[in-house]
């Protein structure tokens, strides 16, 4: 199959990613969840940004849970509609501390003391990564200006199945921020 354009690609691994039983999902997670709590980066990053994921990507439940038991700072991305920019903020218990929000993802509630002043590594979501690890989205946006914005040195880890990495991604533009680093199962 010849994938061409960015949508295609989308379309194709969307369609993959829906069709994966939920036990081997798991399985692939928790490969990808112990391969970053080992690495070194990880350990030592204190402020750490995650996703809130959903149904089709990588399970991040875990890897939250535990960054918040070994007593990283955690935070979850604030998504406002209204607003194109990603607001990092702190959470300290998933379940209590984040709702419902746009999109179907799972976000903070807002509160005056919980914006995240500092990052050490970024959790990235992605619908497909390749070899340079580059990284397509969901065509939003939101993350390429949120990474465009990150310190040099900011750590940033997209996580991704092995059905979602490939040699290369079609149409790669200059907007398109890499990853530091992409962990697959």
């Not at 959903?54 to 406002?80: A, H, Q, R, W």
């Not at 990284?135 to 991704?160: C, H, K």
């Not at 990495?165 to 790669?172: G, N, T, W």
Request: charged share 20%; net charge negative.
């Amino acid at each position: 199959m010849q994938i061409n354009t960015k949508k295609e690609l989308r379309k194709y691994v969307i369609t993959l990613l829906r069709g994966q039983e939920e036990e081997k999902r798991q399985e692939k997670s928790l490969a990808i969840h112990r391969k970053l709590l080992n690495m070194n980066e990880f350990q030592q990053s204190s402020h750490i940004l995650f996703y809130a994921s959903t149904e089709e990507e990588v399970i991040t439940t875990g890897m939250i849970n535990d960054s918040l038991d070994l007593g990283k700072t955690v935070g979850l991305p604030y998504f406002d509609p209204a607003d194109p920019h990603i607001q990092p903020r702190i959470i300290h218990n998933l379940e209590t501390d984040t709702q419902q929000g746009p999109y179907g993802i799972r976000q903070p509630k807002i509160q005056d003391n919980n914006i995240m002043p500092s990052i050490d590594m970024v959790i990235v979501p992605g619908v497909a990564f390749d070899m340079s690890n580059r990284r397509l989205g969901r065509g939003g946006g939101y993350y390429d200006r949120f990474l465009g914005t990150l310190p040099a040195g900011t750590i940033t880890v997209g996580l991704a199945y092995d059905i979602q990495v490939f040699d290369q991604l079609p149409q790669v533009e200059s907007h398109d921020v890499p990853v530091t680093h992409v962990l697959s199962n």
